[in-house]
């Protein structure tokens, strides 16, 4: 059985919040894992990371950590001092998660979010960069039992990543066993030519999976192959979390981040929601 998790934000309109009452609530709606902002891990006092730690513990849920990259904390800038700040930033995360256990840190781990290549600039010279720092960074990982998940993004939201085929040679060219892909089904929908031969390539260099129906509505309410997805995890053996990441909610900043324009389901009931797909993906995925 898979570990199933599922994002906080699914409740929130902000990024920065209070995990703790998350963890019993996850855990009462079916869930095995929680996905947590890593930026808030690190700004969070040692006391503070220990209590969380604790109350997953005693709920036996598994916790793990996702970040998009501020601009400031940019590892992939072509400004060196940008660049140092954000190696800076990830270092204290990484040592942060690794000081509750560690654990996998995903998302744009690589690069900003959301961005696109500015005007007149090379795709090119930025993942340079960036895999100049992801290297730095994968050695401080392996000394920290985290593991870093490069996630691969759609093109309205990243310009380095953007098909499996792009992030199997960028981790390749890491070369370490805490670097690896988080691939997501919302983003491949939209790139990949078959979201099951992009798992099935990714094979153990896998580290994770995000799933996202084509709305971003909880898993079971999309149009995702999820049968034959499940297929596809199957064949490589894949050993990782599935976390989902749906967005039903408008406003706050994650509305602005996410690009819900529209409340996506009207008055949701957001616990049962949660619930609901849950089961689906017991049922259907784990
Ligand atoms: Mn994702």
Redesign the pocket.
Known sequence: MRNIGIYYAFWCNEWDADFLPYIEKVKTLGYTQLEINGGTIVDMSHEDRMKLKKEADKYEIKLSY?IGLTEENDVSSLDEKTRLNGLNFMTKMIRAVGSMGGGTI??TVYSSWPKQLPKGNRRLDYLNQSLKSMKVLSKIAEKENVILLC?VLNRFEQFLLNTCDQALDFVKEINSPNCKI?L?T??MNIEEDSIIEAIIKCGDYLGGL?L?ENNRKPVGLGMMPWAEIKKALDKINFQGSLVQ?PFVMSGGQVGQDIAVWRDIITNPNLDKLAKDSATYIKNNLA
């Open positions: 996702g995903g998302g996630e988080l997501d919302f983003h995000h996202g990441e």
